[in-house]
């Protein structure tokens, strides 16, 4: 099925662990995102992607890292987890850097930091 | 910074009632589009609008695009339990760089039959 794949769902952590969450899209999708959902906050942009080799932060980049080796991956990376990383976190893709056409989000990752 | 603004965060409904809620940019937006999201699930793109003062509908659905394309409005007529979920409205600003795409922080909307 076509779409935006996200990996792992859920995921706990101690704090000062790392890990990396996968995303993954299979349209060929130039423009890909990195979101966080906390409650009442709506969706805050932590990283994005125009294309292969080309990255940008958003609004809540720090404590974060990601590259883009190719158009279909954009794995997130937490480097030293601490609890205020604790949220859902939504990777998005577009084929336009506006969202035209609407971004397809993935399902989603709900990470824990203890 | 571009500060998208929704009101209200909460909206409680009668089924069969209509309502409205709201989405105010500071800036100038490009277009802007309108997400559902389901309990515990994903946001879904629901349209996006592009013209000032365009208006368009999907069934109950009516969204408008301000004419000074920093507003928008989304209104359901005659809700239904399946209406209940979070919608967000969300557009980059005018003439951005790459990818700056900010949502609001959306209308949780309840439903009780």
């Known amino acids: 099925n076509a779409g935006v794949t996200q990996t792992p769902k859920f995921q706990v952590l101690k704090t000062g662990q790392s890990m990396t969450l996968q995303c993954a899209q299979d349209m060929n999708h130039e423009y890909m995102s990195w979101y966080r959902q906390d409650p009442g906050m709506g969706l805050r942009l932590i990283h994005y992607?125009?294309?292969?080799?080309?990255?940008d932060q958003g609004e809540v980049p720090n404590g974060y890292n990601v590259s883009r080796s190719t158009t279909e991956d954009f794995p997130l990376r937490l480097l030293s987890a601490a609890p205020s990383q604790t949220s859902v976190y939504f990777c998005?893709?577009?084929?336009?850097?506006?969202?035209?056409?609407?971004?397809?989000f993935g399902s989603g990752t709900r990470l824990t930091v203890v | 910074g571009q500060q998208v603004m929704q009101i209200p965060q909460y909206q409680h409904v009668q089924e069969g009632e209509d309502f409205t809620t709201y989405c105010n940019s500071s800036?100038?937006?490009?277009?802007i589009q309108w997400y559902k999201q389901r309990p515990g699930g994903h946001p879904v793109f629901l349209i996006q609008l592009v013209k000032s003062g365009e208006v368009k509908k999907q069934k109950r659905l009516t969204f408008q695009f301000g004419e000074a394309k920093k507003n928008s409005s989304l209104h359901i007529t005659a809700t239904q339990t399946t209406d209940v979920g979070t919608y967000f409205c969300?557009?980059?600003?005018?003439?951005?760089?790459?990818?700056?795409?900010?949502f609001g922080a959306g209308t949780q909307v309840v439903v009780t039959p």
């Open positions: 998005a893709s577009s084929y336009s850097s506006t969202g035209l056409g609407g971004y397809t």
């Open positions: 969300a557009g980059p600003r005018e003439h951005d760089s790459w990818g700056k795409f900010q």
């Open positions: 800036t100038t937006l490009s277009n």
């Open positions: 992607s125009v294309g292969a080799g080309i990255t």
